[in-house]
T-cell receptor, first 105, second 120 residues
Framework: DIQMTQSPSTLSASVGDRVTITCRASQTISDWLAWYQQKPGKAPKLLIYKASSLQNGVPSRFSGSGSGTEFTLTISGLQPGDFATYYC????????FGPGTKVDI | QLQESGPGLVKPSETLSLNCTVSGASISTDGYYWGWVRQPPGKGLEWIGSMYYTGSPYYNPSLKSRVTVSVDKSKNQFSLILSSVTAADTAVYYCARHFIAAAGGFFDYWGQGTLATVSS
């Protein structure tokens, strides 16, 4: 099984901040990684796939990078609607999600 | 759009059955599986299983022995059956469109989710 970890688990930030979340895989997954945003009581929303490809309609302040075992999600200029929990997901073999990173004020 | 439906309460050891109705797209679209992801209250996400419209299933190995995903092309629906449930299966269950890539895939459209509680 491929295990995913994320850091930090919680991140306190302010509107306008640049925020970076790290996701690590227990073995190499090439660039088969996606990022999701989830707000309370809502379904996850796909932000990034293939490590750095922006899903249609997602603002360009979201960006992803990395390959192999280490990946980052960066939000450049945090907006009020960005306070949420972010999950990474590997899909190199089957599908495994990370434990999530909560971004709060 | 995807919309889940099914009973919200299931007794331990019984079977959980959920449906997902797809609108605005054909379930017979090439390149996409149709799958289920769950989230226990206050916890993270777990992929359960997915199915292609031709009938090729794809299951999480940790749940495979208890899971069946099926597709009904005539109704543009797909379904989840989870047998021998316990309290650990209490979760919000999401249906989602599963774009297959590599030996997995990502989920680009999601239903709103439905809470299934296992309790006597």
């Amino acid at each position: 099984d491929i295990q995913m970890t994320q850091s930090p688990s919680t991140l306190s930030a302010s509107v306008g901040d640049r925020v970076t979340i790290t996701c690590r895989a227990s073995q190499t997954i090439s660039d088969w990684l996606a990022w999701y945003q989830q707000k309370p009581g809502k379904a996850p929303k796909l932000l990034i796939y293939k490590a750095s490809s922006l899903q249609n309609g997602v603002p360009s302040r979201f960006s992803g990078s990395g390959s192999g075992t280490e990946f980052t999600l960066t939000i450049s200029g945090l907006q009020p609607g960005d306070f949420a929990t972010y999950y990474c997901q590997q899909y190199h073999v089957y599908s495994t999600f990370g434990p999530g990173t909560k971004v709060d004020i | 759009q995807l919309q889940e439906s099914g009973p919200g309460l299931v007794k331990p050891s019984e079977t959980l059955s959920l449906n997902c109705t797809v609108s605005g797209a054909s379930i017979s679209t090439d390149g996409y599986y149709w799958g289920w992801v769950r989230q226990p209250p206050g916890k993270g996400l777990e992929w359960i299983g997915s199915m292609y419209y031709t009938g090729s299933p794809y299951y999480n190995p940790s749940l495979k022995s208890r899971v069946t995903v099926s597709v009904d092309k005539s109704k543009n629906q797909f379904s989840l059956i989870l047998s021998s449930v316990t309290a650990a299966d209490t979760a919000v269950y999401y249906c989602a469109r599963h774009f297959i890539a590599a030996a997995g895939g990502f989920f680009d459209y999601w239903g709103q989710g439905t809470l299934a509680t296992v309790s006597s």
